[in-house]
């Protein structure tokens, strides 16, 4: 392979096709979840704070707190039990502006502080479309990664719950996929350069300067936005910040830069810091332009409070007060009360995620009895269950293909896996500082898409080239797994939905018994 064809490699020629397979599954994905969206129209675990903050942001532009019942006055209609006073908040505004956004189209209802997380769960299996279609240069394996993820049972449940997950695994896929788009861009420039001045290589020159990269810019504000929904964002941001790096190196090296691929730190290295980390941060504090510019929030004022504040005497008494806002939610999230001595039953300690030992129950309605509510059980009661759990089935096998992408990047020197696994270790591992608090399941959102992007590719190479021998039997066996990944998500549908159910045909679905319970 010439320098040119290896710096051209991700130039699709199918892209008619690739817009065609990728909007298909992107609507089968929205019909799924859309489907009795607002049922249970009640509030659900962690809608308690995320639906009434979103509201209250709305109304007011800071988070307040409300009444002990009005989560029951919420399933009638009924917002007077919201209060005037500011409340403390753990994590930034952008997730809850967003669910605001459907509550204001639609009403504090079910279904209006659901549909933003529907919007954002269906762009999350967009965006790992078109990511594992460029990663591995193949629309098959794109649609396959976009099926896996339409029938996972936690993307699927988190996309019909106002929680703030959603919101950041979508900013966080839609980032990592511009910047695997800003990689290609980059070759494709260098391979543009070459031909312009007929050179077969750089001939141990740098090569042109590109220091405007569009990509790199939109994934920087991707990345600010994940980050300005939760915190832990910042980690991929650190992450893919040194991975890019690498990256413009090897492009470097592989144009024929010699021992001058080393200016790149000097050169490209500095341009991506300004392009993610410094894109960022204005991404972020932009998150916050409510409280900034309102006077009720929570410690609000506490710039003009304490005027000889050092951070107040620099910054002004609005970003003083942001700023010992922030030191108050690191406080809460490191201080005593969450590590150590906060306790909760669904407690899942990250080293179980990728098995799926401990999913989180959302919601449990038990012992309803026969006659009532149309419950036909005989010898025993009916039951309403929302548990926040991958499809099994979906989740080990992606688990024995995260090995193999070990294998195939480290060993065989595959750079598509690097990628996600980069980005499964920057969104997994952190967790492990902080063992000593609660931590759940349904945080793994961050990694379904990279590890279900794994899987299909694994499945890619099974299958083969076009003309590859055993083609079909090949053929037959990834299909057959998908289509064992979808029966079993519609066997668990039911306990994703709430549907009605007796206890008997929900123990039969708690494959792990005590621990799924």
Not at 374 to 387: D, E, K, L
């Amino acid at each position: 392979m010439t320098t040119l064809q290896a710096l051209d490699d991700g130039r699709l020629r199918d892209r008619a096709a690739g817009w065609v397979v990728t909007l298909t599954i992107t609507l089968l994905a929205f019909g799924l979840r859309f489907y009795n969206l607002g049922f249970p129209n009640k509030i659900l675990f962690d809608e308690t704070y995320y639906a009434k903050d979103a509201w209250s942001v709305l109304q007011s532009g800071y988070e307040r707190n409300w009444t002990d019942g009005a989560n029951d006055l919420l399933v009638k209609g009924d917002t007077s039990g919201m209060l005037d006073t500011a409340e403390f908040m753990v994590h930034p505004p952008l997730g809850k502006l967003l669910i605001g956004a459907g509550e204001h189209l639609f009403g504090m209802n079910a279904f209006g502080w659901r549909f933003a997380s529907l919007i954002f769960g269906t762009l999350l299996v967009f965006f790992t479309i078109r990511m594992a279609r460029r990663l591995s240069r193949s629309t098959l394996v794109g649609a396959i990664a976009g099926i896996l993820l339409t029938f996972d049972g936690l993307a699927f449940v988190m996309s019909r719950l106002a929680l703030l997950d959603i919101f950041q695994a979508t900013f966080a896929v839609a980032a990592v996929s511009a910047l695997l788009a800003d990689r290609d861009w980059f070759r494709h420039k260098l391979a543009d350069y070459l031909r312009r001045y007929d050179l077969p290589d750089l001939g141990g020159r740098f090569g042109p300067l590109m220091l405007w990269r569009p990509w790199r810019i939109v994934a920087g504000a991707l990345l600010g936005a994940s980050c300005a929904v939760k915190w832990n964002s910042i980690y991929l941001l650190a992450a893919m910040g040194i991975l890019v790096v690498f990256w413009d190196l090897g492009a470097r090296r592989l144009a024929g830069a010699g021992s001058r691929q080393w200016l790149s730190l000097l050169v490209d290295a500095p341009a991506a810091f300004v392009q993610l980390v410094v894109v960022a941060v204005p991404v972020y504090i932009a998150s916050w332009y409510k409280w900034l510019t309102t006077t009720g929030g929570w410690s609000r004022d506490w710039g003009e409070k304490n005027p000889t504040d050092p951070w107040v005497l620099r910054f002004g008494d609005a970003f003083g007060s942001l700023i010992h806002f922030h030191q108050e939610i690191y406080g809460f999230h490191t201080g005593s009360y969450m590590m150590g001595e906060s306790v909760h039953p669904y407690d899942a300690n990250p080293a179980g995620w990728l098995l799926m030992l401990r999913p989180i129950g959302i919601e449990a309605v038990n012992d309803i009895q026969p006659g009532t509510e149309g419950c036909q059980a005989v010898g025993t009661t009916c039951m309403r269950i929302i548990s926040g759990m991958g499809t099994p089935i979906l989740w080990w096998a992606a688990l024995v293909a995260i090995v193999l992408a070990i294998v195939w990047w480290v060993g065989g020197r595959d750079w598509r896996f690097g990628l996600p696994l980069v980005a499964i270790a920057a969104v997994w591992l952190p967790w492990f500082q902080y063992t000593d608090r609660p931590q759940f399941f349904f945080y793994a959102i961050m990694i379904i898409p990279f590890s279900v992007t794994i899987l299909a590719m694994a499945l890619g190479k099974l299958l083969g080239p076009a003309l590859s021998p055993h083609r079909m039997q090949r053929a037959i066996a990834v299909g057959a797994l998908v289509a064992l990944i979808i029966f079993n998500f519609a066997f668990i549908y039911p306990i994703l939905t709430a549907e009605l159910i007796t206890r008997t045909q929900w123990w039969w679905r708690m494959w792990l018994g005590n621990a799924w319970v």
